[in-house]
């Protein structure tokens, strides 16, 4: 039995149309750590950020901000290590089907995030019972206070509804978009942090502004994709190979091999809060093949990032899938 | 997580030598301040010592973490972890070793860069190296490289999907791998091998402690805690291990794995580095029941360290001192002789028991005065000896004479003989005056096997003895004295020679038992010179922390300093501790009860002012959080102890704890009455009320007692002392139901009746 830990902070989700406004706060959070979870994903369409308390409370209010209202909560699976696994695939594929299918089951809305050390699954704090008790019976459930993992269960935190009473609809197939660069997730050393925060800033908000382009057509061969996250200290980043360059080499950390990703976007209108079963309908069948992957939430849409050599394969899956229930 | 820590490594084979490791590695060497070598690069570190940089080296950016290699040869090869993840080979000043510098430069790489965090180099198998590294989503944070490895062969490399990282790959000094991969999906902050089997290794992982089998990597021993940084083994005793967390250390007994034996709570600043003392004086390596950690912060060029040395309660127990053995012998062995005296000494009031001979001459009164003559002789002495009850019993103490109303020594002789001890068996029998059988005694030292025939000479010497004041013998004696070897044959002519009352020469002679100058002084010194000596002995016991004072001194107040003294000089913490448990609480309450719990937070007080660690061996835990669930009433020192700690003292008005004052949970119920524990008992027995006053005393105590916890130890059912009392009485099987436990039946006492019982 695998444990699986919440991460001891509540988050929120925010979206950002206009960067300038959002700089000041950026340079301010990369100055001082004070936020525990933080991560900033730049799409074509706009930034959305994933921070906790602390971090918003520094955050000034602004009609360039949009706030998801709903308070979400990390979860994280945690190796007890008693039981490895000899499959290769790893990330969201190893999670898929003790985590990820029984809570589209339970119909519970999954926001995921992928780093370079651990997937997070956020799910809204009110769907915390249904949650505790779909994956109480795989998973040792604890809760992080002050450094303790303090043991949940069901009992504790059925307060209100039990079940998610929303009916059971059939999950919409939503459309997919492969863009044709390619990925490397990485991390960072912290300390290395502010030699590469002019690079990383330049990256971000001046190399090419999403204003210009705010309706991306599917027609595009690249889509702009960056992502940056600063959770519990650890560093994680995504970006194409065009950013990498811009990074001095030695700095980032990657696999020595340098496996080289392709993206899978997931939505063609933006897909919202309240859907579930998104990464469900994506996660199943690479973990029925056995294809890692990398998954990261965003406001609008959905980005799975494949190994570069199976993307051909996750295409024919993909597009076998979106034509099977038309056939039907 | 980010950071580079600084570091100090102790050289394992040359206690001068230590490596600082910063941004660079820094070798230095201790010496003596003002030697020849001193130059101005050297580092004072104390009044008496300085450090000399031997060698820099800063071939190695991003370092994270360092381990210096275990064997002689190569003699100062280490391994450095960087930010990367990487462990690079390297060395520090020139080496020839053919081996050394093929192995320096080499390189291991991890699949996935991330920090290294530890190290740590197997201490049998030393071409084992164990890397710790932060968390990958998909690696292993635990790699296990063999330095000894055939680089890899180029065609693997070749086969690997190589983009990024070609241009490191170029040089052929690089692994990448690893023998053992453990730990997935995890991170790993602090390794270490087991001593008691150098298969195992020791992982403090990111919320667990980790124990992996290199014979069977699929299977591990691991338990949750928070102190997971600084896993070390101690290497006396290889069951015991520390690690800790901000500024908490905990000790593991591997035994019994579940929960730490002990936990040190609280130093004001975080910790950065626990380590066990190994040796502290020549010689005794036993003594390593000490942990010392500390908080350093680089200051300049130089480090500062405060140096916080903590006793460890349990486990010191477990081990035998230095003297854990003799003293507390002597100490029982005090406290027989003192009870037989206090039979007699009914009017006085002071007790003596464990009071010291300090204490007991300090009494001295109606003290006789003999002058007898040498046995064998009728030549009558000038040498006055002096007899009390008093002196006797301390004569006693010191073992001339044996229990009982002999006064005799000859029993210590023969003992004394039977060991050897000849010398000394001859100075004995001599102070009582008895110089034929000294001569005997050395006559035969001298036939015994492995003698020492110049013992028949001394006898001669001995047998020319004339009490004549100016005779060439006496003369010759006491200047020749002073060449004899043996302290022993040299206070016995001291003793011939010296005027009455004028024995410094044997009083004084440091190399002679304090407990043989002890006995000497009460036999004839008289009743103003022994309080004198015995003061001015106890005095430099205490200040040389020799723990032979203990005689003198008792356990009392002085006692206590002289242990202190004792922990102070050699760090023996167990000795001291086990002899304080034998401290009777009516003497010295509270020395005591600081020795008892932890003697060395006494001394450590003075570098720790806002210390305060009050800690019971055997307490009762919390079945949540695993404190005691007195603890927070043990803060409060020196109240009542016993149960009324818990809460459950009967006395209604006193403020009930029914939960655990650590976490607030509730304490189990009662199995009976369902109440939780802590609730005193309902008066549940009927007792009518018109009876108060008969056995008025006894029912009280039958009430604290009905309130006390009690459970059972094969099922861990329980309750109240009183409940459970009364349904054993007529059931045998446990009260929970579906418990089919046949608790008092388990219990030896439980079919016991008692004597009063109708």
Redesign the interface.
């Known amino acids: 039995m695998n444990n699986m830990?919440f991460f001891p902070v509540s988050l929120t989700l925010l979206l950002i149309s206009y960067f300038s406004f959002f700089f000041s706060f950026f340079l301010c959070l990369l100055s001082c750590f004070r936020c525990k979870f933080f991560s900033l994903t730049e799409t074509p369409e706009n930034y959305t950020v994933v921070l906790d308390e602390e971090g918003f409370k520094e955050l000034r209010p602004s009609e360039h901000l949009q706030v998801e209202s709903a308070i979400w909560l990390p979860l994280n699976?945690?190796?007890?290590?008693?039981?490895?696994?000899s499959s290769?695939a790893?990330?969201v594929t190893k999670i898929a089907k003790s985590v990820i299918a029984p809570l589209a089951q339970q119909h519970v809305s999954v926001f995921m995030l992928?780093?370079?050390?651990?997937?997070f699954i956020l799910v809204k704090e009110k769907d915390l019972s249904v949650v505790v008790s779909t994956l109480e019976e795989e998973f040792n459930i604890y809760k992080e206070e002050g450094?303790?993992?303090v043991p949940v269960h069901c009992q504790d935190v059925s307060n209100g509804l039990h079940k998610n009473g929303r009916e059971a609809i059939q999950p919409t197939v939503h459309p997919v978009l492969i863009p044709k660069n390619q990925f490397?997730v990485m991390?960072l050393?912290?300390?290395?942090l502010p030699s590469i925060a002019t690079t990383l800033i330049d990256v971000l908000f001046y190399s090419s502004s999403p204003k210009e382009d705010p309706q991306p057509s599917p027609s595009q061969d690249c889509v702009k994709f960056f992502s940056f996250s600063l959770i519990?200290?650890?560093i994680s980043l995504v970006m194409d190979t065009e950013a990498q360059r811009q990074f001095p080499?030695d700095l980032l950390?990657?696999?020595?091999?340098?496996?080289?990703w392709r993206m899978v976007r997931i939505g063609g209108q933006p897909l919202g809060f309240d859907e579930c079963g998104i990464v469900a309908q994506i996660s199943q069948p690479l973990a029925d093949s056995d294809i890692?992957a990398y998954y990261i939430s965003t406001f609008s849409f959905d980005h799975a990032l494949v190994p570069e050599e199976d993307i051909v394969s996750v295409t024919d899956m993909l597009q076998h899938q979106r034509n099977e229930p038309a056939t039907s | 997580?980010?950071?580079?820590k600084p570091d100090i490594l102790w050289s394992p084979h040359h206690p001068d030598r230590y490596v600082i490791c910063d941004s660079e590695l820094g070798l230095y060497r201790i010496g003596p301040v003002g030697s020849a070598e001193a130059k101005a690069g050297t580092l004072p570190l104390s009044e008496e010592t300085a450090a000399t940089l031997l060698a820099i080296n800063s071939d190695t950016p991003?370092m994270k973490c360092v381990a210096w290699y275990p064997k002689h040869e190569p003699e100062c090869l280490l391994a450095v972890g960087q930010?990367?993840?990487r462990v690079v080979l390297t060395s520090l000043g020139q080496s020839h070793n053919s081996a050394c510098k093929e192995l320096v430069g080499k390189e291991f790489?991890?699949?996935?860069?991330?920090?290294c965090n530890t190290l740590a180099w197997n201490p049998v198998d030393s071409n084992l190296l164990a890397a710790g590294l932060?968390?990958?989503?998909?690696d292993f944070s635990v790699l296990i490289w063999d330095i000894s490895s055939k680089l890899s062969p180029e065609t693997s490399v070749a086969a690997?999907?190589?983009?990024?990282?070609?241009?490191?790959?170029d040089s052929s000094t690089v692994v990448?791998k690893p023998l053992y991969e453990?730990?997935?999906?995890?991170?790993c902050l602090s390794l270490c091998w087991l001593l008691r089997d150098p298969k195992l290794l020791l992982a403090g992982?990111?919320?667990?402690l980790?124990i992996f089998d290199l014979r069977n990597?699929?299977q591990?021993t691991?338990v949750?805690t928070?102190a997971i940084q600084g896993v070390t083994v101690d290497p006396h005793f290889h069951d015991r291990v520390a690690s800790f967390?901000e500024g908490q250390v905990a000790i593991w007994d591997l035994r019994k794995f579940e929960k730490p034996v002990l936990t040190l709570t609280e130093q004001p600043k975080p910790l950065t580095k626990v380590g066990w003392c190994g040796k502290l004086t020549k010689g005794h390596s036993n003594n390593d029941a000490l942990i010392y950690y500390f908080v350093f912060w680089p200051c300049k060029c130089s480090f500062k360290m405060i140096n916080v040395v903590v006793s460890l309660l349990c486990a010191c127990i477990m081990l035998h001192g230095l003297h854990t053995v003799t003293i507390p012998m002597q100490v029982s062995h005090m406290k027989q002789c003192a009870e037989d005296m206090e039979l007699k000494l009914q009017g006085n009031v002071q007790s003596v028991v464990y009071s010291g001979i300090k204490n007991i001459v300090k009494t001295t009164s109606g003290t006789t005065e003999t002058r007898r003559c040498w046995s064998g002789s009728d030549r009558q002495t000038d040498v006055p000896r002096y007899h009390s009850e008093e002196r006797c019993l301390a004569l006693r103490l010191c073992g001339w004479i044996s229990r009982g109303t002999d006064t005799d020594v000859e029993n210590f002789l023969r003992s004394l003989e039977q060991e050897h001890e000849w010398e000394r068996a001859a100075a004995v029998a001599l102070f009582n005056l008895d110089i034929r059988r000294a001569i005997q005694i050395l006559n035969k030292g001298a036939m015994a096997e492995k003698g020492d025939l110049n013992l028949n000479v001394v006898a001669m010497a001995l047998s020319g003895y004339t009490d004549e004041k100016s005779s060439l013998w006496r003369e010759m004696c006491s200047s020749l004295r002073l060449q004899l070897k043996n302290p022993y044959l040299c206070i016995m002519f001291a003793f011939l020679t010296s005027e009455p009352g004028a024995y410094d020469g044997v009083l004084y002679e440091s190399s002679v038992a304090v407990r043989d100058r002890v006995a000497f002084a009460c036999m004839f010194l008289n009743d103003a010179q022994l309080p004198r000596y015995i003061d001015r002995l106890t005095l430099e016991m205490k200040e040389a922390g020799n723990l032979e004072g203990i005689l003198l001194t008792g356990l009392t107040k002085d006692g206590v300093d002289l242990m202190e003294s004792y922990v102070d000089r050699t760090g023996d913490v167990q000795t001291a501790s086990f002899c304080m448990l034998k401290v009777p609480r009516q003497i010295t309450q509270k020395s005591a009860l600081h020795a008892a719990v932890g003697f060395t937070f006494m001394f450590t007080g003075s570098y720790q002012p806002t210390f305060v660690f009050v800690l019971w061996q055997v307490f009762v835990s919390c079945n949540f959080c695993g404190k005691s669930i007195s603890y927070s009433c043990s803060t409060i020192p020196h109240q009542g102890r016993g149960f009324s700690q818990y809460g459950v003292s009967g006395s209604p008005t006193k403020s009930k704890v029914t939960s655990c004052p650590g976490c607030r949970k509730p304490l189990p119920r009662c199995a009976l009455c369902l109440m939780n524990m802590g609730t005193p008992v309902s008066n549940c027995q009927g007792t009518g009320k018109s009876d108060e006053k008969v056995d008025l005393t006894r029912e009280n105590k039958l009430a604290q007692f009905n309130n006390w916890f009690t459970w059972c130890h094969n099922c861990r059912h329980g309750g109240h002392a009183g409940h459970m009392l009364s349904w054993f009485r007529d059931h045998t099987e446990c009260p929970v139901s579906a418990c089919t436990c046949k608790c008092m039946q388990l219990d030896t006492t439980g079919n016991l009746v008692p004597s009063d019982s109708s």
């Open positions: 830990a699976v945690v190796s007890n290590g008693s039981a490895s696994s290769q790893v990330g992928s780093t370079y050390q651990t997937d450094g303790e993992s490397c991390s050393d912290p300390d290395t519990d200290g650890y080499a950390f990657t696999s020595s091999s340098g496996e080289l890692s | 997580m980010s950071g580079s991003y930010a990367n993840g790489v991890p699949k996935h860069a991330r920090q932060d968390k990958h989503r998909a690997e999907k190589i983009r990024l990282s070609s241009v490191d790959l990448t453990l730990g997935q999906n995890d991170a992982m990111h919320r667990n980790a990597t699929s591990k691991f949750n928070k967390f």
